[in-house]
């Protein structure tokens, strides 16, 4: 964490320290990390000492941290950078599954518990969770209740499935090409990107917006209604 809360997204991203008992998934794990923009892997670790050891070493912004490790629970792991005070937020990447381990580790404050297996798609997505909330968090001196929401909503949202009539390819498609601009765009610039019509585009667009994924914001010009539009949360 930098100096004033936020992430440190300006020097090589948010730096991550990626702990696994298991070598080979420890290198899976780091190189679907590589892959998403705006983060790049400081190190890794491959039991409980060894994390706190290069957690205090490296003070990486967040840890993806297993649960089962050779020498000690990966919750004993949480509490001990809890008792430091360290600056690092923690994600429970484990194959653990029973409640109390999952209380345990909610209650030790981690931003988010994703259960092995897991393909690159659904880490990336929690990692861009990650990143737009606390970009919400740092553009804001003082939070309303409507910040704090969006906040956690962010972090843990709902699932929200597919409305009638729209299919995942062509939301894959409306989401790349939102996530890949590196502002905002109209229902309508996103239509022409993508070769849409702009009706069918503006519902995707509603639903990426309802589950999380984008913000809406409202631009007004001189007459008429305020042009909707719609930016992607999390990396480009």
Do not use: N
């Amino acid at each position: 964490m930098s100096a004033d809360g936020g992430i440190r997204v300006a020097d090589g991203g948010i730096r991550v320290l990626v702990v696994d008992d298991d070598f080979m998934v420890a290198k899976v794990h780091a190189g679907f990390v590589s892959r998403v923009p705006g983060f790049s892997v400081v190190g890794s670790a491959h039991t409980g000492a060894g994390a706190l050891t290069e957690v205090s070493r490296l003070r990486p912004d967040l840890v993806l941290l297993d649960i089962y490790l050779p020498d000690m629970s990966g919750l004993d792991v949480l509490r001990g950078l809890r008792d430091a005070a360290v600056e690092a937020d923690v994600m429970a990447v484990t194959a653990a599954r029973d409640v109390d381990t999952v209380r345990t580790a909610l209650r030790g404050g981690v931003v988010h518990y994703l259960i092995k297996p897991f393909t690159f798609d659904t880490l990336r997505e929690h990692l861009e969770r990650y990143t737009a909330a606390h970009r919400q968090l740092a553009a804001r001196g003082e939070v309303g209740q409507d910040d704090v929401d969006r906040l956690f909503g962010a972090l843990r949202p709902a699932r929200v499935s597919l409305p009638k009539g729209l299919t995942p390819p062509t939301a894959a498609l409306v989401g790349r090409v939102l996530r890949d601009c590196a502002g905002d765009l109209s229902a309508a610039e996103c239509a022409a990107r993508a070769g849409l019509s702009r009706v069918s585009t503006r519902r995707y667009l509603e639903y990426f917006v309802a589950a999380g994924k984008a913000e809406v914001r409202l631009r007004y010009g001189g007459t008429g209604r305020p042009e909707r539009r719609y930016q992607w949360l999390g990396s480009p």
